[in-house]
């Protein structure tokens, strides 16, 4: 589908995704906060690679820098709620 189309975002991520082999290939992908069609994309990508994006529920400076350090030490991305 179009990027437009009202289905486009239902569309199978598989297709898009398949070929490649780390997130980091997501097109605008950056280290960092992402939002937006970014953070949709990795959603997506975690989808068709069938891995789980963990979310972490910190209420404090020590619990973000704990969930950042153990993120940057595995390579993964992870999500911090507030």
Same mark, same amino acid.
């Given at each position: 589908?179009?990027?437009?189309?009202?289905?486009?975002?239902?569309?199978?991520?598989?297709?898009? #995704?398949?070929?490649?082999? !780390?997130?980091?290939?997501?097109?605008?992908?950056? %280290?960092?906060?992402?939002? *937006?069609?970014? /953070?949709?994309?990795?959603?997506?990508?975690?989808?068709?690679?069938?891995?789980?994006?963990?979310? #972490?529920?910190?209420?404090? !400076?020590?619990?973000?820098?704990?969930?950042?350090? %153990?993120?940057?030490?595995? *390579?993964?991305? /992870?999500?911090?709620?507030?």
């Amino acid at each position: 589908f179009p990027p437009e189309h009202p289905t486009a975002a239902m569309a199978d991520p598989r297709v898009q #995704f398949k070929d490649m082999k !780390t997130y980091w290939e997501i097109p605008g992908m950056k %280290a960092g906060v992402i939002t *937006g069609k970014l /953070a949709w994309s990795l959603l997506q990508y975690c989808k068709a690679k069938n891995f789980a994006l963990p979310a #972490f529920n910190c209420t404090s !400076t020590s619990t973000c820098n704990s969930v950042l350090e %153990a993120a940057a030490k595995i *390579g993964m991305p /992870a999500y911090i709620q507030f």
